[in-house]
């Protein structure tokens, strides 16, 4: 029986896609990362990048989807539940796009109430994958083990994202708006009159020093 989980990284920078990802795990991988896996917040980047390398082994499949701060923004200014739907239908996507069929996913929930979450997510999934059983959890990273490997698969790929970003434009430290370093990016990026493409204009701190400005 085949079984997946489904988190993401990047929901709450200003700066920098969010990732969504989704590990499809058997028997015998589940087993090879219980008691390893675990939240990847809770995680040394070295741990991490050890864990992401045995997961990608064990791993029956891993799917990984990476929105762009420009379909964060259409997010929250058109879907009616903003962020939450966006990543319920990114989820629903990444199940729908898995090459093997699963019988449950199991997703960590932005909404405090998990089943409303659960019902977005099936909603959006595929004609084909209306059999799937989708169940949702808050801090499911701390219960399912699926879940924790796609915790650390989404992190360490949006590590190496902001990474890829830095080449380009910069060192804007974390991108989270209680970053000092991220606040004085952007700051220097609206004297300049140029708020690059990696920026979440949708974000309350982008507005707020456009106001103070």
């Given at each position: 029986?085949l079984?997946a989980g489904?988190?993401?990284?990047?929901?709450?920078?200003?700066i920098?896609?969010?990732?969504?990802?989704?590990?499809?795990?058997?028997?015998?991988?589940?087993?090879a990362?219980?008691?390893?896996?675990?939240?990847?917040?809770?995680?040394t980047?070295?741990?991490?990048?050890?864990?992401?390398?045995?997961?990608?082994?064990?791993?029956?499949?891993?799917?990984?989807?990476r929105?762009?701060?420009?379909e964060?923004?259409?997010?929250?200014?058109?879907l009616?539940?903003?962020l939450?739907?966006?990543?319920?239908?990114?989820?629903?996507?990444?199940?729908?796009?898995?090459r093997?069929?699963?019988?449950?996913?199991?997703?960590?929930?932005?909404?405090?109430?998990p089943?409303r979450?659960?019902?977005?997510v099936r909603?959006?999934?595929p004609?084909?994958?209306?059999?799937?059983?989708?169940v949702?959890?808050?801090?499911?990273e701390?219960?399912?083990?699926?879940v924790?490997?796609?915790?650390v698969?989404?992190?360490?790929?949006?590590?190496?994202?902001?990474?890829e970003?830095?080449?380009?434009?910069?060192?804007?430290?974390?991108?989270?708006?209680?970053?000092p370093?991220?606040?004085?990016?952007?700051?220097?990026?609206?004297?300049?009159?140029?708020?690059?493409p990696?920026?979440?204009?949708?974000?309350?701190?982008l507005?707020?020093?456009?106001?103070?400005?």
């Amino acid at each position: 029986m085949l079984e997946a989980g489904v988190d993401e990284a990047g929901r709450g920078p200003v700066i920098g896609p969010l990732v969504v990802a989704c590990v499809v795990l058997d028997e015998e991988g589940l087993a090879a990362l219980r008691g390893l896996v675990r939240d990847s917040k809770s995680l040394t980047a070295g741990a991490r990048l050890r864990l992401y390398s045995l997961i990608q082994r064990v791993a029956v499949e891993v799917g990984i989807r990476r929105v762009d701060p420009e379909e964060v923004d259409e997010a929250v200014a058109n879907l009616e539940r903003g962020l939450n739907e966006l990543e319920a239908m990114v989820t629903a996507q990444l199940v729908g796009g898995l090459r093997v069929a699963v019988s449950r996913v199991y997703v960590d929930s932005p909404d405090p109430r998990p089943g409303r979450y659960a019902e977005i997510v099936r909603r959006h999934l595929p004609a084909s994958r209306r059999d799937v059983e989708v169940v949702a959890a808050n801090r499911a990273e701390s219960i399912f083990p699926h879940v924790a490997a796609a915790s650390v698969v989404a992190k360490v790929e949006r590590d190496r994202a902001v990474e890829e970003l830095k080449r380009v434009y910069g060192d804007f430290g974390s991108g989270y708006p209680s970053d000092p370093k991220t606040r004085r990016f952007l700051a220097e990026a609206l004297r300049r009159g140029e708020i690059p493409p990696i920026v979440r204009r949708s974000w309350r701190t982008l507005r707020g020093l456009m106001e103070q400005g």
